[in-house]
């Protein structure tokens, strides 16, 4: 997506008084007229629009931005003025966070022409109800319940995932959606339309009254398919996209090293997938804290890969474990599903045949009473052969949607997926914006400093080392390994809190800063955002990711900075990954000392295959696109009243014609008029 | 605010000066160079002027408000005296070209007499003002909000709009009155003009108080083109005669031979 930086980002708060001398002069210390007039929005986030091989979701917004006079909502019943009664029709809707439901929405929706957009104001604290922009069942076409597999489990039949789910991710609407943070900025908006547009006392409102333009214009429409057409129009010298497909890359690694360039079947190699999800959504662009639904999964998983290193390095286990952790879950499973093509189509370093059986680890950072769930898939499911102390939901349920399910459209392969969940989501803001830090009650004690914050083991950092510590045991079983190292086998509550730190309060800390290389510090820093994004775009979580997984599993060489940027072009590339990182500073200096990470952890495309075989109406694999846009911003500002601006035009044409007129009779007569004092030797007229 | 208020208020700023340019300029090719060529010498003593201004900003504290305010005003003030001065200084320019264009054309008479000139150039200095006072204040105009928000009056662009008008008109009074003084070496009617081009441009100090500023503008507008009509050869009897058609006759009894 193209987006020009915001231009514009003007303080919106109390800019000195200006003295306008506007004649006879030219540069004001105040310069610019546009700040008397418009108070700029600083913080823009919005809803944009996602393509998939059907629908078009999202919001949009017209080329030149659209204007609504304010109107803050105060209840459900207040839509009435809104929506027929209000008098200055379109209105720009200020929700706040307990009126943002569905049935609100949906009433705006059909508004027909009086609404002209919406903005929510995100609450600072997580609302007490439960709030899911998602659907009700996840997911559910591209999983592995269909017509022809069990299809009285298809469709959420059985078990619906996400009840509190209300879809309005997946809803069109054709005005802008934006979200404001509750600070003074929305107090400033608040206040404008307090003073302007209140009505009193069952009176009309006068002008000027307070308004607000919303720009975030969609270049892509209808579906896929008609977008990716029109990227293919080559009509100048530089074409116009209008959109990209959704995508990143898959980070994995493995226990034993596996040779990169020999792509396809390789014998006698038994393989243990350990899957993860690393993406998550809202319904605005560009947030996705996904705290329950993403980061409790990796992280249990790289620390379950961190207590098996010395484990695997010592007595290896039979069978190889490999650690996945898939992008774009979350539409259409694009990261598994590209994984199992590649499996099917020789491009990966294993095939289907060589997985002996998967482990997913769902979300599992909420406990109800410390249970955990291990759901199988009651049709392909022969004899258990994972051998765990958990429970076992007791019903024939199918499989939560997972990763697995990908696995399984292909083979029937054995595996579970661990939850916290027996059979509905017990996360009440599955894929909103409120999935955060608060969701999974990690909290610290106050007056700690962001250091010491990264130091302090919380409960839920207690919880989920107590989950990988038992995951690391059961994928050591699962792989072969002897009973007596499993004792050994223990997961490290410091890395655990520190990980959990890092994903959902502050990636710029300093352990963080130790195990990158030193040209992406600049992006450590940004809040935390799992959204997948488009495929040009790689998005930090997956190269912090795959950071995190070298320094976990693999090993410190002792080689120079040169020598560990050459190891990549040598014949050693096959086996492991060779990465410089920073490291840390001494205590007495400032330079810090990096040194070489080798590792087998690798990055693999995450794009679904519907893009390379260029079947864009595909069922069978994800189809999502992400549109392009121009710019993304807002603004507040007065508007006076049509018949105000009716009169100035009027005044001007009066003013033009009668100064034609007027000069034209006097031109006309200018001999006569000007006549006397002529000079009557030099003089002509 | 909208496209009906940017173009009502093109055509309030200007609309009289575009009427005088379209019935008694665009036909003649002399009065249309020398039009341009007074704009050119109005933007040059603009540049002057924010250029001694621009210099004295940064020398001053930025943050005292005073200061500023003292500053601002000597700007103007200094602006004031430098378009005076330019209007001197093409007067003069004009008077040399003058006997030049005489010496090179075949004709006896001048082709242009110093009152269309002293027109012309006033005209042209009015156009430039106006230009650069207004044209700023139009681009925002198209946008769809209005001044106000920081509890700024809403007339803005309307008086802005008709001040520009009043500026227009003004500087070709000005010109008139100014380069029949100096024909006439009347040096007290070039202090008057200066004096009130001074009066008109510290008026708007008194701005967001449009109506104290604009109607004391109007006012010397009115008071100036009345002195201008007269110096440039009216007289009350002539508009009685315009206006009750009486001008055959007076055309014909006045009739004399060359």
Redesign the interface.
Same mark, same amino acid.
């Given at each position: 997506q193209t987006h020009i930086a915001d231009e514009g980002k003007v303080k919106p708060l109390s800019h000195p008084r200006c003295y306008s001398a506007f004649l006879s002069f030219a540069g004001v210390s105040c310069n610019s007229v546009e700040k008397k007039i418009y108070v700029h929005l600083n913080y823009t986030v919005s809803c944009v629009r996602l393509l998939n091989a059907t629908h078009q979701i999202g919001c949009q917004s017209s080329l030149s931005g659209n204007v609504g006079v304010l109107h803050v909502l105060e209840s459900e019943e207040n839509l009435d003025w809104v929506l027929h009664s209000g008098p200055n029709p379109p209105y720009m809707v200020i929700l706040e966070s307990p009126l943002f439901t569905r049935s609100v929405m949906m009433k705006l929706k059909n508004g027909s022409g009086r609404v002209a957009g919406v903005a929510v104001v995100a609450p600072n604290t997580n609302p007490a109800e439960g709030f899911s922009p998602h659907t009700t069942c996840p997911n559910e076409n591209t999983g592995v319940y269909s017509e022809t597999y069990e299809p009285t489990m298809a469709n959420c039949n059985m078990t619906v995932w996400n009840p509190l789910g209300n879809g309005l991710s997946y809803e069109e609407f054709d005005f802008p959606i934006f979200s404001l943070k509750d600070d003074n900025d929305t107090q400033v908006i608040r206040q404008c339309y307090l003073d302007h547009n209140r009505a009193g006392n069952g009176s009309t409102p006068q002008y000027p009254l307070c308004a607000m333009q919303l720009y975030s214009h969609m270049s892509a429409v209808t579906d896929t398919a008609t977008c990716m057409r029109r990227n293919a129009i080559n009509f100048s010298l530089n074409p116009e996209m209008v959109c990209d497909p959704l995508g990143d890359q898959n980070v994995w690694a493995s226990t034993r090293p596996l040779n990169n360039t020999a792509k396809g079947h390789k014998m006698w190699e038994s393989v243990v997938i350990a899957a993860a999800r690393l993406d998550s959504r809202s319904f605005f662009f560009d947030i996705a804290p996904g705290a329950q639904s993403g980061v409790s999964g990796f992280v249990t998983l790289l620390a379950a890969a961190h207590a098996l290193r010395n484990a695997t390095q010592e007595a290896q286990p039979n069978r190889t474990i490999l650690y996945t952790f898939f992008q774009g879950e979350t539409f259409d499973y694009i990261g598994s599903s590209r994984m199992v093509y590649d499996m099917e189509n020789k491009q990966f370093v294993v095939d289907l045949d060589n997985v002996h059986s998967v482990l997913e680890i769902g979300q599992v950072g909420l406990r109800a009473d410390s249970k955990l769930w291990l759901h199988t898939d009651p049709v392909s499911r022969r004899n258990e052969s994972l051998n765990v102390t958990v429970d076992v939901p007791g019903f024939s349920q199918p499989l939560p949607p997972s990763s697995f399910q990908r696995f399984l459209r292909a083979r029937p392969i054995p595996g579970v997926v661990l939850e916290d969940h027996q059979s509905a989501y017990t996360n009440k803001f599955y894929e909103s914006m409120y999935d955060n830090a608060e969701n999974l009650n990690v909290s610290y004690p106050p007056n700690l400093t962001p250091e010491e914050q990264l130091e302090y083991i919380t409960d839920t950092a207690r919880a989920v080392t107590e989950v990988a510590t038992m995951v690391a045991r059961a994928l050591y079983r699962q792989a072969g390994g002897e009973e007596s190292q499993l004792s050994s086998i223990k997961a490290d509550p410091q890395i655990v809190t520190k990980m959990l730190y890092s994903f959902l309060v502050r990636s710029n800390n300093s352990w963080f800063q130790q195990l990158v290389p030193s040209d992406f510090t600049s992006y450590l820093g940004k809040p935390p955002n799992f959204y997948v994004g488009v495929v040009q775009q790689s998005s930090e979580p997956t190269l912090l990711v795959q950071y995190l997984l070298a320094n976990l599993t693999g090993s410190t060489i002792n080689i120079t900075q040169d020598n560990c940027k050459n190891q990549r072009e040598d014949e050693s590339d096959k086996m492991y990954n060779y990465m410089w990182v920073q490291g840390a500073a001494p205590p007495n200096s400032t330079e810090r000392e990096g040194y070489c990470v080798r590792s087998t952890a690798r990055l693999s495309k995450a794009l679904s295959p519907a893009f390379d075989l260029e079947q864009y109406t595909s069922k069978n694999f994800s189809t999502w696109t992400e549109s392009r846009w121009k710019f993304i911003k807002g603004r507040i500002f007065l508007v006076a009243s049509h018949e105000l601006e009716m009169l100035t035009l009027g005044v001007g044409v009066g003013v033009l014609l009668s100064s034609l007129l007027v000069t034209y009779i006097i031109s006309s007569k200018a001999d006569i008029l000007f006549s006397s004092g002529r000079e009557p030797t030099n003089a002509t007229y | 605010?909208?496209a009906?208020?940017f173009?009502? /208020?093109?055509? =309030?700023a200007f609309?009289?000066a =575009?009427?005088?340019f379209?019935?008694?300029i665009a036909r003649e090719p002399l009065r249309v160079i020398f039009l341009i060529a007074g704009a050119f010498f109005w933007l040059v003593s *603009?540049l002057l002027?924010?250029l001694v201004?621009?210099i004295s900003?940064q020398i001053s504290n930025k943050e005292s408000?005073v200061q500023?305010?003292g500053l601002?005003i000597f700007?103007?003030v200094l602006?004031?005296l430098l378009?005076e001065t330019f209007r001197f200084a093409y007067y003069k320019l004009l008077k040399k070209a003058n006997e030049g264009l005489l010496a090179l054309s075949q004709e006896e008479?001048? !082709? =242009? &007499?110093i009152?269309q000139l002293a027109y012309v150039s006033g005209l042209g200095f009015g156009f430039m &003002?106006g230009a650069?006072?207004v044209v700023? =204040?139009l681009a925002?105009s198209v946008? !769809?909000?209005?001044?106000?928000?920081?509890g700024?009056s809403?007339h803005?662009?309307?008086s802005?709009?008709f001040?520009?008008?009043a500026?227009i008109l003004l500087h070709m009074f000005w010109g008139v009155v100014f380069f029949d003084a100096c024909e006439k070496q009347r040096w007290w009617a070039v202090a008057a003009v200066i004096i009130s081009h001074l009066v008109v441009?510290c008026l708007?100090?008194q701005? !967001?108080e449009y109506v104290t500023s604009l109607v004391p503008t109007y006012v010397i507008l009115f008071l100036m083109g009345i002195w201008a009509f007269y110096t440039?050869?009216?007289?009350f009897?002539? *508009?009685k005669? /315009?206006l009750t058609c009486k001008?055959k006759d007076?055309?014909l009894a006045?009739h004399r031979p060359r």
């Open positions: - | 605010m909208t009906s208020v173009f009502g /208020c093109t055509f =309030i609309g009289p =575009i009427a005088l379209l019935f008694t *603009l002027s924010s201004w621009f900003v408000a500023q305010k601002l700007g103007v602006s004031v378009q008479t001048m !082709p =242009i &007499s009152r &003002s650069f006072s700023n =204040i925002d946008g !769809p909000g209005t001044v106000g928000i920081h700024d809403q803005y662009f309307l802005s709009a001040m520009t008008m500026i441009s708007t100090f701005n !967001p440039a050869g009216g007289s009897r002539n *508009l005669l /315009c001008d007076f055309l006045n």
